[in-house]
């Protein structure tokens, strides 16, 4: 029997997480901004995005070992005091049809017998998500998709574009209205350029994925006709 030891990052948490952290994000700025202190002005907002960042850690990982047991896999998580994740059912491997996997080395979905196994490895403490990866990717017959083909499907890619396209937008105008009433006079500041670039590269990625998301539905629909 193989067995597989993973970090993992709960994908319905995280989508809470990509929702909430630019919030938490406008949030600190709008605190560094507010305090006249020079000190405190940079301390402030780098301890509350510490301690939000710490909260969401928690709330969102989990350890998992999946066991292969002939031809099911079979899933066990380490119990936490706090946010534990459901339980999930064995799947048999012949049966998974999807797999959902980013830069070919994060796992986030097996789809297979009627129901989504929400798996997303983590960046950090990989353990055995590479040859996890490779005994699915060898066992299976399973089509492989990313992220943003999966949300494309769910139908969440728009909302999710329009959400970073919002955020984006604040986030220029607060600094620009800033820069405009105070001038650049905040050490705070400092850090907007990488935040804006950050929010600005997951606005490309989600466009570019649009865009051949509809470019494919538009072949399909002249090739049938």
Same mark, same amino acid.
């Given at each position: 029997?193989?067995?597989?030891?993973?970090?993992?990052f709960?994908?319905s948490?995280?989508?809470l997480i990509? @929702?909430?952290?630019?919030?938490?994000?406008?949030?600190?700025l709008? #605190? &560094?901004l507010?305090?006249? +202190?020079p %000190?405190? =002005?940079?301390?402030?907002?780098?301890l509350?995005l510490?301690?939000?960042?710490?909260?969401?850690?928690?709330?969102?990982i989990?350890?998992?070992?999946?066991?292969?047991?002939?031809?099911?896999?079979?899933f066990?998580?380490?119990?936490?005091s706090l946010?534990?994740?459901?339980?999930?059912?064995?799947i048999?491997?012949?049966?998974?049809e999807? @797999?959902v996997?980013d830069?070919?080395?994060?796992?986030?979905?097996? #789809? &297979?017998?009627?129901?989504? +196994?929400? %798996?997303? =490895?983590a960046k950090v403490?990989?353990?055995?998500s590479?040859?996890?990866?490779?005994?699915?990717?060898?066992?299976s017959?399973?089509?492989?998709?990313?992220?943003w083909?999966?949300?494309?499907?769910?139908?969440?890619l728009?909302?999710?574009y329009?959400i970073?396209?919002?955020?984006?937008?604040?986030?220029?105008?607060?600094?620009?209205?800033? @820069?405009?009433?105070k001038?650049?006079?905040?050490?705070?500041?400092?850090f907007?350029?990488?935040?804006?670039i950050?929010?600005?590269?997951y606005?490309?990625?989600?466009?570019?994925?649009?865009?051949?998301?509809?470019?494919?539905?538009?072949?399909?629909?002249?090739?049938?006709?």
């Amino acid at each position: 029997m193989k067995q597989f030891q993973l970090t993992i990052f709960g994908q319905s948490r995280v989508l809470l997480i990509v @929702l909430f952290f630019p919030i938490s994000l406008l949030a600190a700025l709008f #605190i &560094g901004l507010s305090i006249d +202190i020079p %000190i405190l =002005n940079i301390i402030t907002p780098i301890l509350f995005l510490g301690i939000v960042g710490f909260g969401l850690y928690y709330f969102s990982i989990g350890h998992l070992t999946i066991m292969q047991n002939e031809k099911n896999l079979e899933f066990e998580w380490n119990k936490k005091s706090l946010f534990n994740y459901d339980e999930i059912p064995p799947i048999e491997i012949e049966k998974i049809e999807t @797999l959902v996997i980013d830069q070919n080395q994060f796992l986030r979905n097996i #789809i &297979g017998q009627g129901r989504t +196994i929400k %798996i997303n =490895n983590a960046k950090v403490q990989k353990k055995d998500s590479a040859k996890f990866i490779k005994f699915l990717t060898k066992n299976s017959n399973a089509r492989l998709i990313d992220s943003w083909d999966f949300w494309d499907e769910k139908g969440w890619l728009k909302t999710a574009y329009r959400i970073n396209t919002i955020t984006l937008i604040l986030f220029i105008g607060i600094v620009i209205t800033y @820069l405009i009433m105070k001038g650049f006079n905040n050490r705070l500041l400092l850090f907007t350029p990488l935040l804006i670039i950050e929010l600005f590269l997951y606005q490309l990625q989600m466009k570019r994925k649009k865009t051949n998301a509809n470019n494919y539905r538009s072949d399909v629909r002249h090739g049938q006709t």
